[in-house]
């Protein structure tokens, strides 16, 4: 308990210290983005001694404006992962929201070699909880689930009904993890990828307790990883 507060109050402080990155980048971005249309407009105007050099030119700022897009998209992006919303509380049937994120996933999931088996309880009784923010939590688990699987695998799906709250487990048949990283998995900026954010299970553990429920994790190396959510019914 103690520890998950400390770590609520590390995410806190991440999404302090993104909102201000996000203000003091924001500005000089939106200017550079204006400056870049105001020399395509001179472009447009200006003669050139060679015909491929205004091409050149053109090519050369829409880059800039892609680029300018892409950070302002990154910087947005981080904000909302890592700033502690309320959650909007709401009946929710979690079966259909775990059909929807295993539709928008669908495709990316094949292409990995994941084989996705459902296994919904026909008597899932609605839950309380935050579509977006639940739908935020399951694409995390779908994601390190894939990524845990580099040569595919299967993913399973289950939802069980409790006396109090409804589980959903998301299990896996990927790698696995040692108990080092058991104990530091849903530790902010705790993570073992090249390029990983090590956030993806910090701020979706936060949206669990935020809504009252939990998460969890059982692995065992090379054979695979279970997560376990818990969340109130309605
Ligand atoms: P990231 O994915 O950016 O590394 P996460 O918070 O999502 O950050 O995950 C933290 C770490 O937990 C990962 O780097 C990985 O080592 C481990 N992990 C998470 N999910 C799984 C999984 N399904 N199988 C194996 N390891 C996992
Ligand atoms: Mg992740």
Redesign the pocket.
């Known amino acids: 308990q103690a520890e998950a507060l400390m770590r609520a109050e590390q995410l806190a402080a991440v999404g302090r210290i993104s909102a201000q990155i996000v203000h003091e980048v924001r500005n000089p971005l939106s200017s550079i983005g204006l400056n870049v249309e105001l020399l395509g407009d001179a472009v447009e105007r200006a003669t050139f001694p060679a015909p491929d050099e205004a091409n050149e030119v053109k090519d050369l700022l829409s880059a800039v404006t892609r680029e300018v897009d892409r950070l302002a998209d990154v910087t947005e992006h981080y904000l909302r992962m890592a700033r502690p919303q309320r959650p909007d509380l709401d009946p929710r049937d979690v079966t259909a929201v775990l059909d929807g994120v295993l539709d928008f996933s669908r495709e990316e999931l094949m292409r990995a070699g994941v084989e996705v088996v459902r296994e919904f309880s026909p008597t899932t009784p609605p839950v309380l909880a935050d579509e977006g923010q639940l739908r935020q939590v399951f694409l995390?688990l779908l994601r390190?689930?894939r990524?845990?699987m580099p040569y595919g695998g299967q993913l399973t799906i289950a939802t069980r009904p409790l006396e109090q709250d409804v589980e959903v487990t998301v299990r896996?048949t990927?790698?696995?993890?040692t108990e080092e990283?058991r104990r530091h998995?849903f530790e902010p900026f705790?993570?073992?990828?090249e390029g990983?954010?090590?956030?993806?299970?910090?701020v979706s553990q936060q949206i669990l307790q935020a809504h009252g429920g939990s998460l969890s994790c059982q692995?065992i190396p090379g054979q695979g990883?279970a997560?376990v959510l818990r969340l109130p019914r309605a």
């Open positions: 995390n390190n689930s990524e845990a896996d990927g790698q696995g993890m990283v998995l705790f993570t073992t990828k990983g954010t090590g956030l993806g299970l910090a692995s990883t997560f």
